[in-house]
């Protein structure tokens, strides 16, 4: 990866950019730039052979100005005590700039679980779920997958919550499996939102996502599914990539043929007859669409100089670093940020949350509808902030929208003597 920006910093640099453009007063504005709380913890756990591991864990509570703390939960080697805060102040906006009741909250344990057995796995997960069950419950805190984390992992701290509380309580969760109390939808709605952002954003600037040739940085749960939609929307995939590579097919990638072949292989690399690529030259192709979808500060500013894609849409959380948002602006690269790019996959979690409480359940038409409804909304909401504002960039003017509904909250609730 590129740059090595602290996410924590660049997250409060953005605060900062858009606190610019607020008259609120500079006590609220610290305030938004720090989480409330933050826990760190150490788990232990049994291994197969008996022994015993401890690995660190953390879960930041960073705004509940607007409702329960919301985001997911991570396992990566690269979790850190500020990526968890900047990662939880990112859900703290994404929900305030997508209108979704929630504030931001984000979790993760620092471990490549490749290294673990599933049955290691779900040690673990119970013990962070033990840990967390003070903090976490449905009007409370409300994890959810993120990197490395999918409907095992829920249903596993959605049964311990369960089993320890002795109560049913499935909206202590989202991204469950549907047996579990999981939402239709739930698993595209990541990559839903990116290519419905994308195709609102070629509209804007009077292009048509139909024809545009896109390339995808990462092709998880979120990359994937944002080529294979934007594919069906008429766009061209020609180079998608992941941890391992990346492939270029001038004339177009199958995606979901990538996928198939990903999944049997665990890397897109060696698929058909595409040309290898590395992830720095996917980002640099000349492109109408570029998909960052992997990790944060994938595109530093030295990168972003050579970047040639006319469009950006964030499907990771934090791709770019506040200097590469400079560079990209100064050339006239739109950004549709992660914030309310990737927002669908909260957006659905909140529509999961809100069948469990009343346990009824929607079909997948419904939940898409609904979340289409959400995104041209915000999009529109968006747009309106960035021309008003004058905003350097749409990010900006994102923040500027999501800022000013979390003082509004704040304001409305008055003072505690
Ligand atoms: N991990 C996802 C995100 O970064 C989803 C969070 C959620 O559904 O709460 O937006």
Redesign the pocket.
């Given at each position: 990866m590129a740059g090595q920006a602290n996410p924590f910093e660049s997250l409060q640099e953005q605060i900062d950019d858009a606190a610019a453009f607020l008259d609120a007063p500079q006590g609220v504005v610290t305030r938004l730039k720090n989480p409330e709380r933050v826990l760190e913890t150490n788990l232990t756990f049994e291994l197969d052979d008996g022994s015993l591991e401890t690995v660190r864990a953390y879960r930041s509570q960073f705004n509940g100005d607007r409702g329960p703390y919301?985001?997911?939960i991570r396992y990566h080697p690269g979790v850190t005590r500020d990526e968890v805060k900047a990662l939880s102040g990112w859900?703290a906006y994404?929900c305030a700039v997508v209108d979704i009741p929630y504030g931001g909250g984000k979790g993760g344990i620092a471990i490549d679980p490749a290294d673990y057995s599933e049955a290691e796995l779900e040690r673990l997960t119970r013990a962070f779920a033990t840990e967390l069950r003070p903090l976490i419950g449905e009007d409370r805190d409300?994890p959810?997958?993120?990197v490395n984390t999918g409907q095992r992992e829920m249903n596993w701290i959605k049964d311990t919550y369960e089993t320890l509380e002795n109560t049913t309580a499935p909206g202590v969760i989202?991204?469950k499996a549907l047996d579990s109390g999981g939402s239709e939808g739930r698993v595209e709605a990541?990559g839903r939102s990116v290519a419905l952002a994308a195709r609102e954003a070629f509209d804007w600037l009077d292009r048509d996502v139909a024809g545009a040739t896109i390339a995808v940085q990462g092709y998880g749960n979120a990359g994937s599914v944002a080529a294979a939609l934007l594919d069906d929307l008429g766009a061209d995939v020609v180079a998608v990539s992941d941890s391992s590579g990346g492939i270029h097919a001038p004339d177009g990638l199958d995606p979901r043929a990538v996928k198939n072949h990903k999944a049997e292989t665990r890397s897109v690399s060696g698929y058909g007859d595409a040309e290898p690529i590395t992830n720095e030259e996917l980002l640099t192709l000349d492109v109408d669409l570029l998909v960052p979808a992997a990790l944060e500060n994938a595109i530093d500013s030295d990168l972003a100089a050579d970047v040639r894609a006319d469009v950006v849409v964030e499907a990771a959380?934090g791709p770019l670093t506040p200097d590469a948002d400079d560079v990209l602006a100064d050339k006239d690269v739109y950004v549709v940020p992660d914030i309310l790019a990737?927002?669908g996959?909260?957006t659905v979690?909140y529509f999961e949350w809100v069948q469990n409480r009343q346990r009824f359940y929607w079909t997948e038409e419904r939940v898409n509808e609904e979340l289409e409804r959400v995104i041209v909304d915000a999009f529109d909401r968006l747009v309106d902030s960035y021309e008003t504002n004058e905003a350097p960039n749409l990010r900006t003017a994102a923040y500027v929208v999501a800022i000013d509904r979390i003082v509004d909250a704040y304001d409305q609730a008055g003072n505690w003597p």
């Open positions: 919301k985001g997911g859900m994404k409300i959810a997958p993120d989202t991204g990541t959380n990737n927002a996959g909260v979690s």
